[in-house]
């Protein structure tokens, strides 16, 4: 019973260039599958142009449209397969009779140590090249000396889980080597300790800065001011609950303003809040706009029938939608830093290519970073993942000027949120 393994994922290249390539899965359901899979497309950097996903509750369908971001990125379509089969769950008769399956063990973290002349952009350099390589950071110590050397520290783990072999970690220090050419000194790559926390709290957050960052108001320093329109666009989201329309199902009628990952944060919020969805269909950017059709269910079965809970359902959906990530510039003593947030899931995964967004930005910038860390940080509602970067002060953006801490947060927050 069930389909061949090579067929439960296909992807099918467009004729024209400019036309999206489309990816469909074939495949037993499990809780939170979209999400998992549209977790992948946009850690490959990848843009859905539409979807379609149907389940009924033991086997899944769903068809992605998607494109490369920037249209010039280079995307390894066999790993890309590889990665979305090896998140499908099995097609055995044992699975899809709803027989327990063994859990996957967390994927084993490695140290990369890096020691280097500095130069401007070199972190992200080293960022881009470990995302190529399908290296994800987990988490980062990022230290300049006086006599203008860096020490940097990323925690990882391997997509494609083929560290453990002398091969695979060889070259990947060969490539950084190739990367950093005559700055790099030494690289060294090795499982990291058992005692290691990978994912650590910041010692301190000042009180303002946690509001700023974790409040669910949208504050005038986190969103991009270029623009007036910006901000009043960024209010315009609308949901719509309707009962009437399907005897079994809760119909949410979602409209907004369309942004890179917005697909991912809908589906990561429904799978956190329990909410199965049946059917859904992404239809294509309108004038800067999305409309989201889906047709959901409790866990038990049932509609979202209580007036409370689709009050709850819809503005966690709206705060998801509106501000699902937090930027802001902050003084810190003598030094200046810009703070970057955003929710983790309650599986503990955090949001894919945050770094490499925001040390491209400062890249574009000309904006060196003398320091770098990521942690998470727990408030009442979630745990979030916190981005810290203390920066170097630049002729063109003298970081007291209050003009140039807003240029900051305005190009990372576009950057981030694909405007």
């Given amino acids: 019973m069930g389909i061949a393994w090579d067929d439960v994922v296909l992807i099918e290249h467009a004729e024209k260039t400019d036309d999206p390539t489309v990816i469909t899965v074939n495949c037993p359901d ?8 549209c977790r992948i497309v946009l850690e490959f950097g990848l843009y859905v142009t539409r979807g379609d996903f149907a389940t009924d509750g033991k086997w899944c369908y769903i068809v992605l449209w998607v494109v490369p971001r920037p249209s ?34 967390p994927p084993s973290v490695y140290l990369l140590k890096v020691f280097c002349l500095d130069r401007k952009g070199l972190l992200h350099d080293v960022t881009k090249m470990l995302c190529e390589l399908e290296l994800t950071i987990q988490r ?57 926390e990978v994912q650590q709290g910041f010692p301190s957050l000042p009180q303002e800065v946690a509001e700023e960052l ?24 609308a949901i ?58 409790r866990t038990d079965g049932k509609k979202i029938i209580d007036d409370e809970n689709q009050k709850s359902l819809c503005s966690r959906l709206k705060e998801e939608m509106l501000h699902p990530l937090r930027v802001t510039v902050a003084s810190r003593g003598p030094d200046t830093e810009l703070l970057v947030a955003n929710p983790v899931e309650l599986s503990g995964k955090g949001r894919p290519r945050v770094f490499y967004d925001v040390t491209f930005a400062l890249k574009q910038l000309g ?30 953006y003298p970081l007291a000027s209050k003009q140039a801490r807003t240029e900051i947060v305005d190009r990372v927050k576009k950057t981030l949120m694909g405007w």
Wanted: charged residues 25%; aromatic residues 8%; hydrophobic residues 35%.
């Fill in 367 to 396: 904006i060196c970073i003398f320091s770098a860390e990521i942690a998470r940080h727990s408030t009442a509602e979630r745990q979030w993942e916190v981005y810290r970067f203390r920066l170097d002060e630049s002729p063109e």
């Fill in 140 to 196: 980062v110590k990022v230290t300049t000396t006086p006599d203008d050397k860096v020490l940097d520290l990323f925690f990882i783990t391997d997509g494609m889980d083929l560290l453990h072999t002398k091969q695979r970690r060889d070259e990947t220090c060969e490539h950084l080597s190739d990367v950093l050419g005559e700055y790099c000194i030494s690289c060294e790559l090795q499982l990291s300790g058992a005692g290691c």
């Fill in 72 to 105: 010039s990125l280079k995307v390894d379509w066999g790993s890309l397969k590889n990665r979305l089969m090896s998140t499908c769950p099995s097609c055995m008769i044992s699975f899809y009779l709803n027989q327990q399956s063994p859990a996957s063990a």
């Fill in 240 to 297: 719509t609950v309707d009962n009437l329309l399907s005897p079994a199902h809760t119909l949410l009628q979602i409209q907004c303003v369309d942004q890179k990952g917005l697909i991912y944060d809908i589906l990561r919020t429904a799978k956190d809040c329990d909410i199965q969805i049946a059917f859904g269909r992404i239809q294509s950017t309108a004038k800067g706009y999305r409309t989201i059709d889906l047709f959901i269910q």
């Fill in 30 to 37: 499990k809780a939170g599958l979209g999400c998992d899979l």
């Fill in 214 to 237: 974790f409040s669910c108001e949208l504050s005038k320093e986190a969103v991009p001011m270029s623009s007036a329109s910006d901000t009043a666009k960024l209010k315009k989201a």
